[in-house]
Nanobody, 118 residues
Framework: QVQLVESGGGLVQTGGSLRLSCAAS????????MAWFRQRLGKDRELVAG????????DYAASVKGRFTMYRDNAKSTVYLQMNGLKPGDTAVYYC???????????WGQGTQVTVSS
């Protein structure tokens, strides 16, 4: 089982930036396919950014493309989500998720709150 711990959330003004971190333990990050999801109040959880199965590209939700960047540091067992140009609509709890290649996301972090004020 993989343990995931997110950090880096907080309150920021419109146009500001935050960097979320997701520290993974229990399995080598290099064996995992990672993603970031978010859940806005009253909405379903949605994919924000996710690696493809072979790890050579990242797909982004249309609403964040060009503003958010997902990347990883295998040596630190950490995945990041750099969020720039934040908007009130980005307010949500952000979760990282892990999957083995070919499998569905089975491990989730506890989430970190991001609040963007107008």
């Amino acid at each position: 089982q993989v343990q995931l711990v997110e950090s880096g959330g907080g309150l920021v003004q419109t146009g500001g930036s935050l960097r979320l971190s997701c520290a993974a333990s229990g399995r080598s990050l290099s064996t995992l396919v990672m993603a970031w999801f978010r859940q806005r109040l009253g909405k379903d959880r949605e994919l924000v950014a996710g690696e493809n199965q072979i790890g050579d590209s990242i797909d982004y939700a249309a609403s964040v493309k060009g503003r958010f960047t997902m990347y990883r540091d295998n040596a630190k067992s950490t995945v990041y989500l750099q969020m720039n140009g934040l908007k009130p609509g980005d307010t949500a709890v952000y979760y990282c998720a892990a999957a083995l290649r070919g499998a569905s996301y089975n491990d989730w972090g506890q989430g970190t709150q991001v609040t963007v004020s107008s």
